[in-house]
């Protein structure tokens, strides 16, 4: 079936370091792919997404480019803050499970002043 | 246009009691879906419903769990005779056509809900 897989947390990294939280997935057929944040308290909000090979999100500095060959669609920020503390999430849909979205495990990001 | 609205935000319910949960979704979506996350943990999924109907339950508990989403009014889920392990972040999200059409799913803010 239809997986995430993401890289495990917790990510530490100092302010105006580079991030990248890698994930890659296993799907039939041609998933759409997503990136969604969850800050301390609140629900989900999408943040960027992707939904064909070579298509690249991207918002607020972070991007994530679409691999069909390494199956992968990898979170980068070239400059994290202090306010991009937060649980990120990898996911993806297909036709193959149109009933739901299936998420990663999530990746906790600490960012330190 | 409001977002998906859920409530409560918080729930605290005795052991053995029954704890509803409501979540509307945004106007124009006929598509909700519930998930749980436990504590330090990602997000798994329970029931896809459309007005009406459910689509897929595969991943809500046989017994005790049930969801529903009326012709009118909010979708319900409702846990009967509540554990400590149901003691969860609960999101409801909504669409306005099927995933598979690439559609995002938008969440609300949760009910955490407390069995003690």
């Known amino acids: 079936g239809n997986s995430v897989t993401q890289m495990e947390g917790p990510v530490t990294l100092s302010e105006e370091a580079f991030l990248t939280i890698n994930c890659t997935y296993t799907a039939t057929g041609y998933p759409s792919l997503f990136w969604y944040v969850q800050y ?5 909000q999408l943040l960027l997404k992707a939904t064909k090979a070579d298509d ?11 691999r069909k060959e390494t199956t992968s669609f990898h979170l980068e920020k070239g400059s994290v803050q202090v306010s991009d503390s937060a649980v990120y999430f990898c996911a993806l849909t297909s036709r193959s499970s149109a009933s739901k979205i299936i998420f990663g495990s999530g990746t906790r990001l600490s960012i330190r002043p | 246009n ?34 749980r996350q436990l504590p330090e943990e990602g997000l798994k999924f329970m029931v896809y419903l459309q007005k009406e109907n459910i689509i897929d339950e595969s991943g809500m508990p046989k017994e005790r769990f049930s969801a529903e989403f009326p012709k009118e009014g909010p979708s ?19 669409s306005p056509n099927t995933p598979g059409d690439v559609t995002e799913a938008f969440f609300g803010q949760g009910t955490r809900l407390t069995v003690v």
């Open chain 1, 40 to 44: 301390p308290g609140e629900g989900l």
């Open chain 1, 56 to 66: 690249k999100g991207s918002n607020k500095g972070f991007e994530a480019t679409y």
């Open chain 2, 76 to 94: 319900i889920l409702r846990i009967q005779q509540v554990v400590r392990g149901d003691s969860a972040a609960y999101f409801c999200a909504s």
């Open chain 2, 2 to 35: 409001a977002g998906v609205m859920q409530n409560p935000r918080h729930l605290v319910r005795r052991r053995g009691q029954e704890a509803r949960l409501r979540c509307s979704p945004m106007k124009g979506h006929s598509h909700v879906y519930w998930y």
